[in-house]
């Protein structure tokens, strides 16, 4: 039986008060505990950034790695064993800047790792630089006349990739939030997240008041999360109205790691490594006469 | 002719353009050489492009043991009018040239007289036997046989091999093509002075490229995670391990780009998976940050490049050895590192599952050395070359279930001991929950900035190195062990410059002209035992195929030692003896 109890960390975050982190924290806390999944079942892959240390606020197996690579270390690991949760979790200038390349990649590769990221449209870790999701116009120490870029759109991104479930949820949405990410644990491949992240030191424009005046979320307005060109309607919807939950689902697509045939057998790690047999040795060689 | 200019053996050269087959049949005649019971040793010389263009494979071949290739040319199969001007002038005298009397040929074009110019309507002859004028390489081979007296048998049943699955057609019209060009080659065996005899009895031999030999190695090894992206000649590893994936159960991943390789194999290893990376220098590049990850949090994984010509994308298709000083230090910071340098192929198989047991034993990376000579030259062992009953799997301090069960106290992945090197498990027990970390932690992972803790670690990790230091070979000497001159290489430059060597020595009396000095384990630099080592050297000579000397610098740096001179090559091609002793001796 598992508690919340079971995840407490040691360690106080470093965030600053009320920063949507604590919310997406504790988010992934009742959504492993709901699914009755235990620390040493998990691990969680970070980048680099605030939201990136969180592994080291919980009972869990992390890996903080570079900025903008968790999803190919997570991905290695869930080729090495797939027995185990795999879940990344990195701010939106991890996974949709640095990392963008490796995101569309295992959307299309349909590994099964959760990717959730911590999207407060600015760099908080080095001080306030716009990020791939700011709004183009907004000044920042490396956008002094107002950022010129437009916006990526990486739930859009993600369904022309392939992504076979693509959510958006809300720090300041606890439950819904929750409910996002156990789904996305149940679901079979790559699962995207993006979640809503007020930064109250570095974007106070897009903070709660700004996202509380807007969301709304896609179940109770009707939306077929099979629909595919009703999900990208909503993926490039931004503004007055944001929306939030289950915005593309397709159930029973074939994982990439299903595929290898390598892993027929189980996991990697879990089968036995044992020398050459002397009949392979003997066929190895034979191919080189 | 000097002694040092004497041959060994018999070199038949195929030259053609990209989609002529040359690669193919250059490989398939090697195997007949080895099928007949001789040694042969095949390089072949492509250009970075799939049509067109100048290609040709060597195919040198003796009674005795080879390890390299070399000069001149005995029997050069001319496929193209291009092939004429480019190789005329490495014919031996009294060889020959096959050319295609379909092509318009100009007789300006023959300038050497002491060579015989045997033009036959190739074209034709493959179009009538096999229906394709592809199968021209194939009439040329059994010209070759003909002409230097070798059995075709070992040449048909290569043909037999690698037609079999087109069909018994095919077949047949390819067994007919080298029995055209075999009748014509045995019409003028007499006047050609290189021959080649089958040696009946003999064992079955292998005929193997060091890109092989390291597979198989890391395969034997233990090896079950791939992770690369495509760059010559570094791909040529994932496609064998590609190819063996399904019936070894090794997952093999083509990754979206070589950032993404690194961090895959950190990934698979960290979850207990012996992971390679293969690349070429270029690639390397890319993953530089990712070795830093793998030594930050001594995460083992081998990483493998098969060097080639820079900087940038360089040569391509080409040879070089110039990544030395950048695999040593590459990454920011400090960490500990191995570098392994294999130059012959028995080393490179023992390299191949080698270079996982170090990793695991010491928890971090393992840089591998190869280049493009080494990794697409195909070279005849014998049977027992590959040492398979040596092979190990050792683990290190990878703890087991049940050692992890009977844990009593919390588990610290990063504990400070006294090698350096601390119990290792890996994530999905109960009683080992830890977060790994890039930046700087503490015994258990967490961030940490504190000084004393930085140093702590910091001199753990490189405390490490002394463990290390202690696994790695003196440098091998090949030749007397006295000598005027010691040269000193590494990686796959042993192999010319040991026949180098031998024919220096070969009828001179003492002390020997030469020995050399072959340096295999890079790093961590066994500076004792090869200060030692090149201490007795009289006369120290680099052979390098780089611009700059990096093995001397580097020698410099941890030896002292100055080296005398350097025989430096930076041409995209590999040396041939005849060149390493023509350089040496000022010609």
Redesign the interface.
């Known amino acids: 039986m598992v508690t919340r109890e079971d995840y407490a960390g040691r ?1 106080p975050p470093t965030w600053c008060k009320g920063c949507g982190n604590f919310g997406i924290l504790n988010a992934i806390k009742m959504a492993l505990v709901d699914l009755g999944l ?4 998990v ?1 969680i ?1 970070t980048g ?1 950034g605030c939201g990136s ?1 969180l ?2 606020y919980m ?8 900025h903008g ?1 968790p999803v ?10 797939h ?2 949760k795999i879940m990344t979790v990195h701010g939106d200038g991890d996974g949709y800047s640095m990392g963008l ?2 995101l569309a ?1 295992a959307a299309r590769r349909n590994i099964g790792i959760v990717d959730i990221i911590q999207n407060n449209r600015v760099y908080g870790l080095t001080k306030g630089q716009y990020s791939p999701t700011s709004d183009a116009g907004m000044r920042t120490p490396t956008s002094p006349e107002g950022a010129i870029e437009h916006p990526v759109p990486p739930l859009a991104l993600a369904i022309s990739m392939g992504a076979s479930f693509v959510a958006r949820g809300y720090a300041g949405e606890l439950r819904h939030l929750a409910g996002l990410i156990g789904q996305a644990l149940q679901h079979q491949g790559y699962a995207l997240v993006d979640v809503l992240q007020p930064c109250v030191t570095f974007n106070r424009a897009s903070a709660y008041d700004f996202y509380n005046a807007r969301v709304y979320k896609l179940e109770e307005a009707g939306h077929v999360v099979t629909d595919r060109d009703a999900a990208w309607r909503v993926a490039m919807e931004w503004g007055e109205r944001i929306p939030l939950g289950v915005f593309y689902q397709v159930d029973g697509l074939p994982t990439y790691e299903e595929q ?4 027929k ?1 189980g996991p ?2 879990k ?1 036995p ?4 047999r002397p009949e ?2 003997e066929a ?2 034979a191919e ?2 | 002719m000097t002694t040092s200019d004497r041959t060994v053996g018999v070199t038949i050269r195929i030259s053609g353009a990209a989609g002529d087959g040359v690669e193919s049949s250059g490989a398939g005649f090697c195997t007949a050489i080895a099928r007949g019971g001789l040694y042969a040793f095949g390089v072949p010389d492509y250009y970075s492009r799939i049509r067109g263009g100048h290609n040709f494979y060597s195919i040198r071949a003796s009674p005795q043991p080879l390890y390299s290739h070399e000069d001149p040319v005995h029997l050069l199969l001319a496929l193209t009018q291009e092939s004429l001007p480019r190789h005329q002038g490495k014919i031996a005298a009294g060889g020959a040239i096959l050319y295609d009397a379909n092509l318009d040929v100009s007789p300006e074009e023959q300038v050497r007289d002491d060579i015989a110019f045997i033009g036959l309507p190739l074209s034709d002859m493959a179009q009538k036997t096999a229906g394709t004028t592809l199968a021209r390489n194939t009439v040329a081979l059994g010209f070759a046989s003909g002409i230097t007296g070798y059995d075709i048998g070992p040449l048909q049943s290569v043909i037999r091999e690698n037609f079999a699955r087109k069909g018994q057609q095919v077949i047949d019209g390819n067994l007919a093509a080298v029995e055209v060009g075999y009748v014509e080659g045995r019409k003028r065996a007499c006047g050609f002075p290189y021959k080649l005899s089958a040696v009946p009895g003999a064992p079955a031999r292998m005929v193997v490229s060091g890109t092989e030999a390291f597979a198989l190695g890391a395969l034997a090894g233990g090896c079950r995670f791939v992770a690369g992206y495509p760059m010559t000649p570094g791909s040529l590893v994932l496609h064998w391990m590609a190819a063996h994936s399904a019936r070894y159960g090794v997952v093999i991943k083509h990754t979206e780009d070589e950032i993404a390789a690194i961090n895959m194999a950190v990934g698979a290893a960290h979850m207990g998976a012996r992971a390679l990376v293969p690349t070429s220098g270029g690639g390397f590049s890319l993953m530089v940050e990712g070795l830093g990850l793998a030594g930050m949090t001594e995460t083992p994984v081998v990483v493998y490049n098969a060097q080639r010509p820079g900087p940038s994308t360089g040569l391509p298709t080409r040879h070089e050895q110039s990544d030395l000083l950048f695999m040593l230090y590459a990454s920011q910071g400090e960490f500990p590192r191995f570098v392994l340098a294999p130059g012959t192929h028995e080393q490179v198989f023992v390299a191949g599952w080698r270079s996982f047991n170090l990793a695991e034993k010491y928890q971090t990376p393992v840089l591998v050395f190869s280049d493009h000579y080494l990794a697409t030259a195909m070279r005849t062992l014998d049977p027992d070359a590959f040492d398979f009953d040596a092979v190990q799997i050792d683990r290190g301090e990878l703890l087991a279930d049940t050692e992890l069960d009977a844990l009593d106290e919390p588990y610290l992945r990063f504990r400070v001991t006294g090698s350096g090197v601390s119990p290792r498990a890996v994530p999905g027990h109960p009683k080992a929950v830890w977060v790994s970390d890039s930046d700087e932690h503490n015994e258990n992972g967490s961030i940490t900035e504190e000084a004393d803790v930085r140093v702590a670690q910091m001199d753990k990790r490189l405390r490490k190195m002394v463990g290390m230091v202690e696994e790695m070979s003196a440098p091998g000497l090949y030749g007397p062990a006295e000598a005027e001159t010691t040269f000193v290489c590494w990686g796959s430059t042993v192999g010319p410059l040991r026949e180098a060597v031998d024919r220096l020595n070969a009828g001179a009396g003492k002390p020997a002209r030469a020995n050399l000095l072959h340096m295999v384990d890079l790093w961590p630099m066994p500076v004792d035992a090869a200060s030692r080592a090149l201490g007795t050297a009289r006369r120290l000579v680099a052979v390098e195929v780089n611009a700059t000397g990096q093995m001397a610098q580097l020698i410099r740096t941890y030896t002292g030692r100055l080296v005398d001179d350097k025989i430096l090559k930076y041409d995209g091609r590999p040396f041939t003896p005849q060149e390493i002793i023509a350089r040496f001796q000022g010609r």
């Open positions: 360690e235990a620390p040493h079942q691990i892959f680099i240390k592994p080291h009972k869990v197996n992390g890996f903080h790695t570079l690579r190919p270390v997570a991905t290695g690991a869930r080729l090495a064993n027995g185990v390349s490796h990649h290898v045939p390598a892993l057998a990697l790690v089968q490594l044992r020398k050459l392979q040795v190895l060689q080189l006469r």
